[in-house]
């Protein structure tokens, strides 16, 4: 059975590397072939920045975490999301960085960087309202798929050019791309539908419904591909995708509104949920399946986007000025 630290009163993250500016998104890479450590990306309203982690629980001879900045582009547009492609390599003899972010100008940018003198940033156009969330096809990293304000999916290459267009009911707010079968693609809509897409076909093979709004976040649990979560309005819901298209779970967590929720890479037990800045603070929940409360409880005066770390329980969050890194006792 797992104890609960304090009964989870509500604690500062472990670990923080300051920023220039407000973090408004954040990611780890969640592919391998990054050498020692973890890349991360995170970004607000001028730069992105793209750095190196690596944490004491990975290495004994670390004290606490060691961050190194590898390069900061300034763009001078707000990043809203960032999607790291697998083409990425960062080892001895390789410094490839591809990544892509989705900006308040309602355009997609697509980094290709050796973290020394080349670097390019490919426009993608095409959305004609704002970008919620992008992914990059998980294995050979050639297509990007994005979801938006403007009730479309649409899947580019990687030179810009539409390959392909679905319409949605309503806003499109979350992306998962199935980490082995490329031609299945979770989209998750405003309206609390959470449909499956067959790529070849575009046609939706499966949907869940969370019976409420708005669903602003969802993700696919890559590490066991039956489980789907999602919040929405105040709660997080999770349905087992073979069982029924309701959900199988579902439990109030933020009462001024749940904004993000996530799945760790470590755990397929473990997930994240993140709250509205409210009155006070906002709130990032850990909750691990069959718990009734959650198992952690962090909070940090402003919070935006939400990450886990590949391969150990440790979430990224987005703060004033500065990343935020909270560890989760198992």
């Keep these: ?96 960085v591809k990544l892509c972010t989705a900006d308040a100008d309602r355009k997609l940018r697509l980094l290709t960087s050796d973290l020394k003198d080349n670097t390019t940033w490919q426009v993608i156009e095409g959305h004609t309202d704002y970008i919620n969330d992008l992914v990059f096809e998980p294995i050979n990293g050639k297509q990007i798929a994005s979801v938006s304000d403007d009730h479309t999916c649409r899947i580019w290459d990687l030179d810009g050019n539409q390959k392909t267009s679905f319409l949605l009911h309503s806003p499109g707010m979350s992306l998962c791309w199935h980490p082995e079968d490329v031609f299945k693609l979770m989209v998750a809509e405003k309206n609390g539908i959470i449909r499956f897409y067959d790529l070849v076909t575009l046609q939706a093979i499966l949907s869940v419904d969370c019976g409420q709004m708005p669903l602003l976040s969802a993700d696919w649990c890559l590490g066991n591909t039956i489980k789907v979560g999602a919040v929405a309005g105040n709660d997080w819901l999770i349905w087992d995708i073979t069982r029924s298209s309701y959900p199988q779970e579902k439990r109030p967590s933020h009462l001024d509104g749940a904004q993000r929720f996530r799945w760790s890479k470590a755990n397929e037990n473990l997930f994240a949920t993140t709250g509205y800045p409210g009155k006070m603070n906002s709130q990032l929940l850990v909750h691990h399946l069959g718990h009734p409360q959650a198992i952690m409880v962090g909070s940090a005066p402003v919070a935006s986007g939400l990450s886990w770390h590949r391969t150990l329980p440790l979430c990224a969050v987005g703060g004033d000025r500065k990343v935020l890194f909270w560890m989760t006792e198992m």
């Design 1 to 96: 059975m797992l104890l609960m630290k304090k009964d989870a009163a509500a604690r500062s993250a472990t670990h923080s590397v300051p920023s220039e500016e407000t973090v408004i998104a954040v990611e780890f890479s969640p592919f391998e072939n990054c050498g020692a450590g973890s890349l991360i990306a995170y970004g607000g309203d001028n730069y992105v920045v793209v750095g190196n982690c690596r944490f004491q629980e990975e290495d004994a001879d670390i004290k606490g975490m060691e961050y190194k900045t590898l390069q900061t582009f300034h763009r001078g547009v707000r990043v809203c999301a960032i999607a790291w492609s697998p083409e990425t390599t960062v080892d001895t003899v390789t410094h490839l």
